[in-house]
């Protein structure tokens, strides 16, 4: 499929608008190419679509006006709209067609009734809406913004802590769903992982789509960023169907994979998930974990040198190794080193009193004392009158000597035994997941398990793997250890495991937080 020619009179030339960097960052100021737009559009009408009314939301300089404009002859009425007032007179200056009109609007505010008003449809939406999230708006004080709201309905920590975090285009295409009923067809340039969060959106709450597809692009080619982008198609329709279809790219002709919506979670792989879906279930006896958060690395976490502790500061630094443990972030997970870096952990639990360390290890309290203007400088609003040096993520499972660990952002399926070091625990950053135990003779059962082919092959069929952090707690938690030991034929000796396990002796004994090195 070749992209479709413009005419000479309706040609898409770029011109100049001069925007800094926190301009372009506020608005996801990523304009379409001209080749890209004409190329979704060609293969929307080689899809058969026939709108009578087009509209783009977010129109920018009018590439997709323009596009739309040559490849949809059919159409009455074409709209483009955009905050840019600059961009406005850019595109009207360069298109002729008579069909086309241009509002100036802010998508936030506008009353969107006005536009529909102008024709009964069958309405395409199309375009490509901004590819930024509310949490880098809110960073650079934007009022480019919804208006905030919990719609997923998260609690506590949750949504503190990111979980609450959504790309603007999210919600804006959220917003088309409202608009029309049936008869219309969405198609938007997002991420994949939004498009998927639409889906997962409409078909919990029944949405009529009667089609769903995914055209993967070329985002590094396109607008010169590294993300996982798409050309998401939706067809409303009373026929509802609960599958989305993907595709490698535009030109593709069949579909590399499926999406499925089952049991009120999406998957791909429906046969996978079918096979293991009696692996689901809340172990009794294993509860994945997050490492420490303490979102300050250049005091928190230390490297071991020839000359001592150097900190992320490029400080030297001289403090007692008490709080000190050996540590692995994602990326030390699969090559194991005899790691030297190392993480100060202050608290046994959150909350937990710090006062004594003053006592206990006093070069380390003159440290974080020291350092204290940084750690209130802490964003999160979790660590707020918290005390300076709190940090989460943390509790006796921490100091367990043996524990299962996987990385939440490397894009491979591999649980990994890790043990102590030096006669000390090893603990982990927040980008690893990990369950703890007790001797190595039952973090290697365990991974024996999690790395079973039935394991594997049902969390494959739901995992997204262009996600930021592909693989969460969320995740993890679905799979009954029990039950694949179950699977397996080997729950005696899972049985026997748990039962033997003193985590009192090990958790708090001679791995404990206030052992003296």
């Not at 994979?257 to 996978?272: F, P």
Request: hydrophobic share 40%.
């Amino acid at each position: 499929m070749r992209p479709a020619r413009f005419p000479a009179s309706i040609a898409y030339i770029p011109m100049p608008v001069k925007r800094n960097i926190t301009e372009v960052v506020e608005f996801g100021d990523f304009q379409t190419p001209e080749s890209l737009a004409a190329q979704v559009t060609l293969l929307l009408r080689n899809m058969g679509l026939k709108p009578t009314a087009i509209l783009e939301p977010t129109c920018g300089k009018g590439s997709f006006v323009s596009a739309a404009s040559a490849n949809f002859p059919e159409a009455e009425f074409i709209c483009g709209v955009e905050i840019n007032s600059d961009y406005i007179e850019i595109a009207k200056r360069l298109m002729t067609d008579s069909r086309v009109r241009f509002f100036e609007g802010d998508f936030f505010k506008l009353d969107w009734s006005i536009i529909f008003a102008q024709s009964k449809g069958p309405w395409l939406i199309l375009g490509n809406p901004p590819w930024v999230t509310n949490s880098k708006l809110g960073a650079i004080s934007s009022s480019n913004l919804p208006t905030k709201q919990n719609d997923r309905k998260l609690k506590g920590i949750e949504a503190i802590t990111g979980k609450s975090n959504f790309d603007i285009s999210e919600w804006m295409i959220l917003r088309y769903l409202e608009w029309l009923k049936h008869g219309y067809v969405i198609a938007i340039l997002c991420k994949v992982t939004v498009a998927r969060k639409i889906l997962s959106h409409a078909w919990e709450n029944s949405v009529p789509i009667d089609l769903a597809a995914i055209f993967r692009i070329d985002a590094m080619r396109n607008f010169n960023v590294v993300v996982d982008a798409c050309l998401f198609v939706v067809r409303a329709g009373a026929c509802e169907s609960k599958s989305c279809e993907i595709y490698d790219n535009l030109d593709s002709a069949t579909p590399s994979s499926t999406l499925s919506y089952i049991d009120g979670q999406i998957v791909k792989g429906a046969s996978d998930y079918r096979r293991g879906r009696h692996l689901l279930g809340v172990d009794p006896n294993y509860r994945w974990r997050s490492g420490v958060k303490h979102d300050c690395s250049k005091v928190m976490e230390l490297t071991h040198t020839n000359s001592g502790y150097v900190n992320g500061l490029e400080e030297h630094v001289d403090i007692e190794d008490t709080f000190l443990y050996p540590m692995y972030k994602s990326s030390g997970l699969s090559a194991k080193p005899r790691t030297a870096r190392k993480m100060l952990v202050p608290q046994r639990y959150p909350g937990e009193d710090v006062s004594e360390i003053k006592s206990v290890a006093p070069k380390t309290w003159a440290y974080l004392t020291r350092h204290r203007d940084l750690l209130r400088k802490r964003g999160s609003s979790i660590y707020k009158n918290k005390g300076d040096f709190a940090i989460f993520g943390v509790g006796p499972y921490s100091f367990t000597p043996w524990k299962v660990a996987i990385s939440g952002f490397y894009k491979r399926l591999l649980f990994t035994v890790v043990g102590p070091i030096e006669n000390r625990p090893v603990v982990f950053d927040d980008t690893v997941y990990y369950i703890s135990c007790y001797s190595e003779v039952e973090a290697t059962f365990m991974a024996d398990l999690l790395n079973s082919e039935i394991t594997r092959s049902l969390l494959e069929s739901l995992i997204h793997w262009e996600s930021k952090r592909p693989i969460t707690v969320e995740l993890l938690k679905q799979v009954s250890l029990a039950e694949v030991a179950r699977e397996v034929g080997r729950l005696t000796e899972y049985r026997r495991l748990v039962d033997s396990a003193d985590p009192v002796e090990h958790s708090l004994g001679t791995y404990g937080l206030f052992q003296t090195c």
